[in-house]
């Protein structure tokens, strides 16, 4: 069974920084992405950024340059550092998982999702 459970989020004000970790069990692929993606009230879920074993890391243009993903080697850990955090950040941001590489970004192909931590950037 594949649990993914996310932990760091808060609030804070524009132009700080949060950590967000989650912690991975259960999954084992060889193939993969792991990624992270984010929810504003009255808004699709959208793709932050995915990480997959063909070795590609894929962000998306709002955050290039201001949120870093890192993951272990045994796939049991995720994190995703954000600074020069902005107002539009704000969502709920989950952690996902799929056994497959490619569409990095795209939230319907993943399989595996932790149940959210909520980020709150006031202005």
């Known amino acids: 069974q594949v649990q993914l459970v996310e932990s760091g989020g808060g609030s804070v004000q524009a132009g700080g920084s949060l950590r967000l970790s989650c912690a991975v069990s259960g999954f084992t692929s060889s193939r993969y992405c792991m990624g992270w993606f984010r929810q504003a009230p009255e808004k699709e879920r959208e793709g932050v950024v995915g990480?997959?074993?063909?070795?590609?890391?894929n962000y998306a243009d709002s955050v290039k340059g201001r949120f870093t993903i890192s993951k272990d080697n045994a796939n049991k850990f995720l994190s995703l550092q954000m600074n020069s955090l902005k107002p539009e950040d704000t969502a709920t941001y989950y952690c996902?998982?799929?056994?497959?590489?490619?569409?990095?970004?795209?939230?319907?192909?993943?399989?595996?999702w932790g149940q959210g931590t909520q980020v709150t950037v006031s202005s």
């Open positions: 996902a998982a799929k056994p497959r590489s490619g569409l990095p970004l795209s939230a319907d192909v993943y399989n595996y």
């Open positions: 990480i997959c074993s063909d070795g590609s890391t």
